[in-house]
């Protein structure tokens, strides 16, 4: 079965630093992965997927994922953190046939610092 | 897109009752899911709503504990029965926004604690 692997439950970041999520999966050939954005007090919000068109891969709100099978590898990153960027951050890869089943990982807080 | 509403938003419930969430979207979905997301935890799908059948359920989740409807191609129901503190959680409802692509759109979830 497949399964994801988030490194660190916490990052933080100052303002306008550069913002690095990591996760890792259990398999080098996922049909799909993604990244997903859960504000306070709200449902996830898709922010990127991937699906083998591009290994560099652009989303909402100036983040991009760069897939790297040599690494079993989707890191989140962002040139330039704002305060409005301040959620819990998961990633997620579909199980084998069903695309809809998502395997999530365990979620990474991002703190931005003014 | 889709928007998904459900309610309750959050609810306080004494142990061995049973709470019922309802989901309800915007247009018609073929499936619809449902996740539980416990605290400081990820989320974990819970089973897949199809209309017109019984619900799926991934292992660990039993039709018993968390009865599910699907009675229109709009409409949910999830139910926690027989509800116990280790079931404090959030219940997130959920479509494919697209068939066959994975990607979901969820509710804003709802808030069960359970005393």
Redesign the interface.
């Given at each position: 079965a497949q399964s994801v692997t988030q490194l660190g439950s916490h990052v933080s970041v100052s303002e306008g630093a550069l913002v690095l999520l990591r996760c890792n999966y259990s398999s080098s050939v996922p049909?799909?992965l993604?990244w997903?954005v859960q504000y306070p007090?709200?449902?996830?919000?898709?922010l990127l997927?991937y699906t083998s068109a591009a290994t560099l891969v652009k989303g909402i709100n100036g983040f991009e994922a760069e897939f790297k099978k040599s690494e079993t590898s989707f890191h989140l990153t962002k040139p330039s953190a704002h305060m409005s960027d301040a959620a819990e951050y998961?990633c997620a890869v579909?199980e084998g046939d069903s695309?809809?089943?998502?395997i999530?990982?365990?979620?990474t807080r991002l703190l931005v610092r003014p | 897109s889709a928007v998904i509403s459900q309610k309750p938003s959050r609810d306080i419930c004494q142990r061995g009752t049973s709470l019922t969430i309802q989901c309800q979207v915007d247009s018609q979905v073929t499936m619809m899911f449902w996740y539980r997301q416990q605290p400081g935890q990820s989320l974990t799908l819970i089973a897949t709503a199809n209309q017109g059948s019984e619900a799926t359920y991934e292992s660990g989740f039993v039709i018993d504990k968390f009865p599910i409807s699907r009675p229109n191609l709009t409409f949910s129901t999830l139910t926690v029965s027989n509800m116990s503190p280790e079931d404090s959680s959030i219940y997130l409802c959920s479509v494919e926004r697209t068939r066959g692509t994975g990607e979901l759109f969820f509710g804003e979830g709802s808030r069960l604690t359970v005393l």
């Open positions: 049909p799909y993604f997903y007090n709200q449902g996830l919000q898709l997927k998961f579909s695309s809809y089943k998502l999530f990982g365990s979620g | -």
